[in-house]
């Protein structure tokens, strides 16, 4: 109110909104000179206040029940956190590779990773996110210990629950290899 130059059509849904009397500029968006002082608009501040602590969604589906709303505007957090998961924790943007064919096959890839960790997922329950199963099966890794024995040196929650839902035993630290071959032709079936 003290200063409304500051303002112009462009940021006048913030704060603004609640000063009347405001004229702009049809070409630039500036605030003009006005006829009328500009003023605090209570009434839109104490009509909006009617609302906080509530969540409105408008929607053009007039065919859908309440429920069927709101169930599906909360599924789109799914959507959402799938770009955050291919964008960031899959890295799916092809900054190593320039030709076509090499760009389609890195987002194939991706997207093939992704169905995986969905999958994953879905198989534990959601109680997991994909960035946490990412970051534990990166750190299961074994080390050749000697002859025909190899040491997995880690372990946590998240591999036991893989481990428990996929039929493989991460809960043994030492496996000889033939144990080993034998658990990666069963996960082929």
Same mark, same amino acid.
């Given at each position: 109110?003290?200063?409304?130059?500051?303002?112009?059509?462009?940021?006048?849904?913030?704060? !603004?909104?609640?000063?009347?009397?405001?004229? $702009?500029?049809?070409? &630039?968006?500036?605030?003009?000179?006005?006829?009328?002082?500009?003023? $605090?608009?209570?009434?839109?501040?104490?009509?909006?206040?009617?609302?906080?602590?509530?969540?409105?969604?408008? &929607?053009?589906?007039?065919?859908?029940?309440?429920?069927?709303?709101?169930?599906?505007?909360?599924?789109?957090?799914?959507?959402? /956190?799938? #770009?955050?998961?291919?964008?960031?924790?899959? /890295?799916?943007?092809?900054?190593?590779?320039?030709? /076509?064919?090499?760009?389609?096959? *890195? $987002?194939?890839?991706? #997207?093939? !990773?992704?169905?995986?960790?969905?999958?994953?997922?879905?198989?534990?329950?959601?109680?997991?996110?994909?960035?946490?199963?990412? /970051?534990?099966?990166?750190?299961?890794?074994?080390? *050749?210990?000697?002859?025909?024995?190899?040491? #997995?040196?880690?372990?946590?929650?998240?591999?036991? !629950?893989?481990?428990?839902? $996929?039929?493989?035993? #991460?809960?043994?630290?030492?496996?000889?290899?033939?144990?080993?071959?034998?658990?990666?032709?069963?996960?082929?079936?």
């Amino acid at each position: 109110m003290a200063d409304p130059q500051k303002y112009n059509r462009a940021i006048s849904y913030g704060a !603004a909104k609640y000063v009347k009397n405001l004229e $702009f500029d049809k070409e &630039t968006g500036e605030i003009l000179e006005g006829k009328q002082r500009p003023l $605090f608009d209570s009434n839109k501040l104490a009509q909006e206040e009617m609302y906080d602590g509530y969540y409105a969604i408008v &929607t053009s589906e007039l065919e859908m029940s309440d429920i069927e709303i709101i169930d599906t505007y909360r599924g789109l957090w799914e959507i959402e /956190e799938t #770009f955050k998961v291919t964008k960031a924790t899959l /890295e799916t943007r092809p900054v190593y590779v320039s030709r /076509e064919d090499r760009i389609g096959a *890195h $987002f194939l890839t991706c #997207f093939i !990773a992704l169905v995986i960790i969905r999958l994953i997922q879905k198989k534990l329950n959601r109680c997991y996110s994909a960035e946490k199963i990412i /970051e534990c099966l990166n750190k299961i890794a074994c080390s *050749h210990e000697q002859d025909n024995l190899y040491m #997995f040196d880690y372990r946590s929650e998240i591999s036991d !629950a893989i481990g428990s839902n $996929f039929g493989i035993d #991460f809960t043994r630290k030492r496996l000889r290899l033939s144990e080993i071959k034998n658990i990666l032709a069963n996960s082929k079936k």
